[in-house]
């Protein structure tokens, strides 16, 4: 319960005050996008590899993990990931379980060019960036980023730390396991499942479901060409 202080509730925590944890590129459009929002004061940014006083567009580094202890007594309660984990889903997976441990919450964090239907359910600690939309009924899981430019249709259902990068498209009733990445440009056919931890390169087109742990190259069509007798490709 809040303590009353002259007649007031005195609450122990700022729900608008932020950090953003992370300091790389992503970060610079993630703290862009808090600051258009206009919801958030961001307190600095959270890196392990930055120096504490360094400035991230404006924003200051405070240190890195160690210090989420401080600034949670501080009553700051609000964080975001900015650490993309592209190559690597471990690294942005790392954050959100640090972030957990000292009891900090990770809100849904929407670009206000972007679109969310009602219908559809972002969980926690998702981003959707500038010009994305986000159609009915369908789900994005937790921690999953949402770039520029992307469409995710109707019915989607995208697992735990999925990452759509710019431009990507996912049509209806598609799925995307969990810490996959879809590269830029991408496209994922209706009603197509690819599986965890897959790699899909930029302008590849997946007509056919992806099993676990595959890694489809830029431009490649998916599943690969088959030839007949007469070496003519056709659809496998």
Not at 17 to 33: A, C
Not at 86 to 95: M, Q, S, W
Request: charged share 15%.
């Amino acid at each position: 319960m809040p303590e009353i202080s002259n007649g007031y509730p005195q609450f122990a925590y700022d729900a608008t005050k932020m950090v953003i944890y992370g300091g790389g590129g992503l970060s610079k459009m993630i703290i862009e996008t808090v600051r258009v929002l206009g919801v958030y004061q961001i307190v600095g940014i959270i890196d392990d590899n930055m120096k504490a006083g360094d400035l991230v567009i404006g924003s200051p580094v405070l240190g890195g993990a160690e210090v989420l202890v401080d600034l949670y007594k501080q009553g700051i309660r609000t964080a975001v990931n900015s650490v993309g984990g592209i190559g690597n889903y471990k690294a942005r997976l790392n954050v959100f379980h640090q972030l957990a441990k000292a009891r900090f919450i990770c809100p849904a964090v929407v670009h206000p060019t972007a679109h969310i239907d009602p219908s559809a359910r972002l969980e926690a600690g998702v981003l959707v960036l500038a010009q994305s939309y986000v159609s009915g009924n369908a789900v994005v899981g937790m921690g999953s980023l949402i770039n520029n430019s992307v469409v995710v249709s109707h019915d989607c259902v995208l697992g735990v730390c999925t990452n759509l990068s710019p431009g990507a498209m996912v049509a209806g009733d598609a799925m995307i396991g969990d810490f996959s990445q879809i590269g830029m440009s991408a496209t994922i056919n209706i009603g197509v499942r690819v599986g965890r931890e897959c790699l899909i390169g930029n302008g590849a087109t997946i007509k056919k479901d992806v099993p676990d742990g595959t890694r489809v190259y830029a431009g490649a069509i998916w599943p690969p060409y088959q030839t007949d007798k007469y070496n003519t490709p056709r659809d496998a």
